[in-house]
């Protein structure tokens, strides 16, 4: 939702010609964003323990996904970011650093740190989700740079 939200907002005001309104329409979308995804990670935290036992009543699987539950409160933050910003650039007409920035993230980062971590520091489940999260702060990190630093908010005009 916001996401797109974010996309046809930006693309709208630069094609209009208004970089200054189009850059803190940019802003404001991360931050309500983030905003948003802070909430959905307290409520990952709040209720650890209450949210898996919707789906399962096996003590173990409850202590398993509880355990992780934090870890994904964490990856809500980022990911929420990166959406948002994936949204942001859409909207400029730059989904070429998104892309890079995915690709980077995820399997130069994500997936190593993720290997490592489960099958060599023995960190099982919790080790997967860490490795997976550090690459998705990674990339939402690039994302805001690149829109607060990089990005062009002036209208281009493509060839037909």
């Not at 208004?18 to 905003?35: D, F, I, N, P, V």
């Amino acid at each position: 939702g916001l996401s797109q939200g974010a996309s046809a907002r930006v693309g709208n005001l630069v094609g209009a010609g208004a970089e200054a309104q189009a850059r803190r329409s940019a802003t404001l979308a991360l931050a309500l964003g983030a905003g948003v995804m802070v909430l959905s990670a307290l409520a990952f935290v709040v209720l650890q323990w209450w949210l898996p036992r919707l789906y399962t009543s096996d003590p173990e699987v409850v202590a398993l996904a509880a355990s992780i539950l934090p870890i994904a409160a964490a990856f809500q933050l980022f990911d929420g970011t990166q959406a948002v910003g994936g949204g942001i650039l859409r909207g400029l007409g730059a989904t070429r650093p998104a892309a890079v920035f995915n690709l980077v993230g995820y399997y130069a980062l994500a997936l190593p740190l993720s290997a490592v971590a489960v099958l060599h520091l023995g960190l099982g489940l919790q080790g997967l989700w860490w490795g997976l999260c550090v690459g998705l702060a990674a990339i939402a990190s690039a994302l805001v740079w690149w829109i607060r630093r990089r990005a062009s908010y002036r209208p281009r005009v493509l060839p037909p």
